[in-house]
C-alpha cells in the first residue's frame, strides 16, 4: 500500500501517546511517502547518515529522504557535529583539526569527539571506543546507468538493486593510553549492500539492550566480498572521486570539497565580497586539457566553415530555386498549351462528329430522291418509246436531218459558250485561292515574327539568370548561340532555315522545343514555297483560258456563220414544201396540239415544224439523259463525301490520341511538372 501526506497526516493525530516502536513505524512511514514524491536532483543522492559512538550519539541514523535535510535545534545541539561529520569527513577521510571546525579554528581535535574531553559543555571520557561515520547514497535516475564502470556493468547486466546504492565511511578506532590515540579505517561498500541492513556496526553482547561497536579486524573480516577498505587518505579520495563523482583527477575533487568548506561557514555572508566569490568560482572550475581545448578550437573552426558553406549552398540554393520557379512556371504554360490544344481538338471533333451526321442525313435524304427519280425515269422511259414511235415517221425527211445539224451546230454554240464560262469561273476561283494564299502567309509572317520576339526575350531573360544569378557560364554561352541563330532567322528568306541536328539545353539535354520551332518555321517556308508555285501555275492557267476563250469565240463566230448558211438553205429547200395542201394539213396537226395562236408566216411555217419535232424530241433525248446523270453524280458525290468524312474522323481520332498520349507524357516528365 502506497500512502500520502494526508495519510500520514491522518495517523499522526491519532498516535498522541503511543509507544516507541510505533513512532519508529509513523517515522519511517513519513519518509516513504517523501522519499516516493516526484523531482528531485538526478544521479547519486545522499539517502542516510549513520553515526556510530560518534560524540554523544551511540547509535544514530538520519534519514534524508528525496536528497533533502532540514536540521533544526538549540545551540550545543549537535547540528554542526553531525554536518562535520557529513561535510567533509566522511567525503575525503581528512582529520585534520582545521577540517573539523566549522569556522576553520583548529581547537578541537578527533580526539575529543571520540574519546571525549572535560573542556567543553557536555562532558563524556572513554579510554577505548570505536567509532563509525558513513554516508550512503541512492541513485535516482532510472533512465542512466551509475558513473562507476562496475556499476554500470551491474546495471546493463539487469542487477539493478546492486547499484542502487553506495556507502562510504570512516571508523575511528580510539585508545587513550596508545601513542596513536586516534587509528582511522575507510573503507566504500560497492555491492550494494547496506549498513543496518545487511552489514551491521555494532553487535549484541549478552543483552539486547547493551550493543557493542565492531573493532577494526572484525569489521574487516564482515567487509570481505563488499566492498574496499583503503589503506590511506589519498586512496580514499581518489576511490570517492572515482565512485561517486567520476573524477579522474583527485585535485578536482579536492576543489569541490573546499568549496563545500567555504560553503558552510556561519559567517559565510559577513566574508564574501565579488573578488572572492571570483576566487572561488574559478576555483572550482575544473581545469581543461590542452587535447580538449584543441578538440573545442577544431570545432569551432569547423563550424565557422560549416556556417560559410552553408551561407554558399543557401545563395547557390536561392538562384537554382529561382531558376526552378522559371523552369516551373514555363512548364505549367505548356501544360496549359497542352490542355487548350487537347480541348481544341475535341472541339474539332464533336465538329467532325456533328457534320458527319448531317451528311449521313443528307445521304439517306438523296437516296430516297434517287428511287423517287428512279420512279420517275420508268415513267418518263415509257413515255420515250410512246414519243420515239411518233418520230421515226418524220425522221426520213431531208428538212428534218437539215434540222437536226441546224440542231447540232446550236449545241456546240451553247457548249463553247459552257467552256467559256467555265474557264471565267476557274479563272476566278484561281485569283481567288491567290488571295487567300497571300492573307494566309501574311498572317504567317506575322505569327512567326510574334513568336521570334517572344523567344529572343525569353533567351535574353534565361542567358541573365543563368550568367548574373547562377554563375552558369556554360548555359549562358548556349543561351547566347541559340540567341544568335533565332536572330539570324528571318520570314523573306529565300531559303528554310539550317537546323542543327544537336542544341543542348540547361540541364544537358535535348533542346526539343527549339528544334521544333526551328522546323516549324522552315514548314512554313516550304508552305511559301509552294503558294509561289500556285499562283504561278494559277497565272498560267488564267493565261491558257484566255487563250482558249479566244479560240472558243472563233469557233462560235464560225458556226454562227454556218448557222446562217445552214437557215438559207433550209428555208430555199423547204419552198416546194409550201403547196396549199401541205399548209392545210400542217394547220390542221398545229390546231389539234393547241399551238395554231404560234403559226404567224405562212412561209416559215415547214421549217418551223420540222424544227420544232426535233426540239421536241432532242428535249426528250436530254432530259432522260440528264437525269440519269444528275443522279449516277448525286451518288458520286454523296458516296466521296462520306468517304472524306470517314478519313477525316479517323484522322481526327489518331491525332486526338497523339495530343492526349503527349499530353500525359509531359504531364508525367519532373522537370514539366507544375
Not at 500520514?8 to 513505524?25: H, I, K
Not at 554558399?312 to 514555363?330: D, G, K, P, T
Not at 528571318?490 to 540547361?506: D, F, G, H, K, M
Request: contains cysteine; glycine residues 6%; proline residues 3%.
Amino acid at each position: 500500500m502506497q500512502y500520502t501526506l494526508d495519510n500520514f497526516t491522518e495517523w499522526s493525530t491519532s498516535l498522541n501517546g503511543a509507544s516507541e516502536s510505533t513512532l519508529e513505524r509513523q517515522l519511517e512511514m513519513f519518509v516513504e511517502v517523501l522519499q516516493a514524491q516526484a523531482g528531485g536532483p538526478k544521479g547519486y543522492r545522499l539517502r542516510r547518515i549513520m553515526l556510530t559512538n560518534f560524540w554523544l550519539y551511540g547509535l544514530q541514523e538520519f534519514e534524508i529522504p528525496h536528497g533533502r535535510l532540514f536540521l533544526a535545534g538549540e545551540n550545543a545541539s549537535g547540528k554542526s557535529t553531525v554536518l562535520t561529520a557529513a561535510l567533509p569527513l566522511a567525503l575525503d577521510g581528512d582529520l585534520r583539526p582545521n577540517r573539523l571546525d566549522t569556522f576553520g579554528g583548529r581547537e578541537r581535535h578527533m580526539e575529543y569527539y571520540v574519546l571525549g574531553g572535560s573542556e567543553s559543555a557536555t562532558p563524556y571520557s572513554h579510554e577505548r571506543r570505536t567509532s563509525y561515520i558513513a554516508l550512503e547514497f541512492e541513485w535516482s535516475d532510472p533512465d542512466n546507468p551509475p558513473i562507476a564502470p562496475e556499476f554500470r556493468q551491474r546495471w546493463e547486466n539487469g542487477e539493478r538493486e546492486k547499484a542502487r546504492f553506495l556507502t562510504i565511511g570512516i571508523s575511528l578506532a580510539g585508545n587513550m593510553n596508545a601513542s596513536d590515540r586516534i587509528r582511522p579505517l575507510r573503507f566504500l561498500i560497492t555491492d550494494g549492500s547496506r549498513l543496518g541492513y545487511d552489514l551491521h556496526t555494532v553487535y549484541e553482547t549478552g543483552s539486547k539492550q547493551d550493543k557493542r561497536a565492531f573493532d577494526h579486524p572484525r569489521f574487516k573480516q564482515q567487509m570481505e566480498g563488499h566492498g574496499i577498505i583503503c589503506d590511506s587518505q589519498s586512496e580514499y579520495e581518489r576511490q570517492v572521486a572515482r565512485y561517486l563523482f567520476g573524477f579522474d583527477d583527485v585535485k578536482d575533487f579536492q576543489k569541490l570539497i573546499n568549496l563545500l568548506l567555504v560553503l558552510r561557514r556561519p559567517n559565510l555572508s559577513s566574508e564574501l565580497s565579488f573578488s572572492r566569490v571570483h576566487d572561488y568560482l574559478k576555483q572550482s572550475l575544473r581545469k581543461i586539457s590542452g587535447e580538449t581545448t584543441s578538440h573545442v578550437i577544431g570545432t569551432i573552426e569547423r563550424i565557422d566553415a560549416i556556417q560559410a558553406e552553408k551561407e554558399r549552398v543557401q545563395e547557390a540554393y536561392s538562384a537554382a530555386e529561382r531558376l526552378h520557379m522559371a523552369q516551373q512556371n514555363l512548364a505549367l504554360s505548356r501544360a496549359q498549351l497542352a490542355a487548350c490544344e487537347y480541348t481544341g481538338t475535341q472541339l474539332a471533333e464533336d465538329s467532325v462528329q456533328s457534320r458527319v451526321t448531317k451528311l449521313r442525313k443528307d445521304l439517306r435524304t438523296a437516296e430516297n430522291e434517287r428511287g423517287r427519280a428512279d420512279e420517275r425515269t420508268q415513267m418518263l422511259q415509257a413515255e420515250y418509246y410512246q414519243v420515239n414511235s411518233q418520230i421515226k415517221v418524220l425522221e426520213t425527211s431531208e428538212g428534218l436531218q437539215v434540222a437536226k445539224q441546224l440542231t447540232a451546230a446550236h449545241e456546240r454554240t451553247h457548249e463553247t459558250q459552257g467552256q467559256a464560262q467555265e474557264q471565267q469561273k476557274s479563272l476566278e476561283a484561281a485569283r481567288q485561292a491567290k488571295r487567300v494564299s497571300i492573307e494566309r502567309l501574311e498572317r504567317q509572317v506575322a505569327h512567326f515574327n510574334t513568336m521570334k520576339a517572344g523567344s529572343v526575350a525569353q533567351l535574353r531573360e534565361l542567358s541573365t539568370l543563368a550568367m548574373q544569378e547562377s554563375l552558369w557560364e556554360v548555359a549562358a554561352f548556349q543561351l547566347d548561340e541559340a540567341l544568335r541563330q533565332v536572330n539570324s532567322i528571318s520570314s523573306e528568306a529565300s531559303t528554310a532555315p539550317e537546323v542543327p541536328l544537336v542544341i543542348t539545353s540547361l540541364p544537358g539535354e535535348m533542346s526539343e522545343e527549339r528544334i521544333a520551332w526551328l522546323r516549324h518555321l522552315e514548314e512554313l517556308h516550304r508552305q511559301r514555297e509552294k503558294l509561289d508555285a500556285t499562283v504561278q501555275h494559277a497565272r498560267s492557267l488564267e493565261a491558257t483560258r484566255f487563250q482558249e476563250l479566244d479560240l472558243a469565240r472563233n469557233r462560235f463566230q464560225s458556226v454562227e456563220d454556218r448557222f446562217n448558211e445552214a437557215v438559207l438553205m433550209l428555208n430555199n429547200t423547204l419552198e416546194q414544201f409550201t403547196s396549199e395542201e401541205s399548209l392545210q394539213l400542217l394547220q390542221e396537226t398545229m390546231l389539234q396540239q393547241g399551238d395554231m395562236g404560234n403559226v404567224v408566216d405562212d412561209d416559215a411555217l415547214p421549217g418551223r415544224v420540222v424544227e420544232e419535232c426535233s426540239f421536241i424530241l432532242d428535249h426528250y433525248r436530254k432530259e432522260i439523259d440528264k437525269i440519269g446523270d444528275e443522279l449516277i453524280q448525286e451518288a458520286q458525290q454523296g458516296q466521296a463525301k462520306l468517304n472524306e468524312l470517314q478519313v477525316v474522323q479517323g484522322g481526327m481520332i489518331r491525332e486526338i490520341a497523339e495530343v492526349r498520349s503527349l499530353y500525359e507524357q509531359k504531364l508525367a516528365e519532373p522537370e514539366f511538372t507544375p
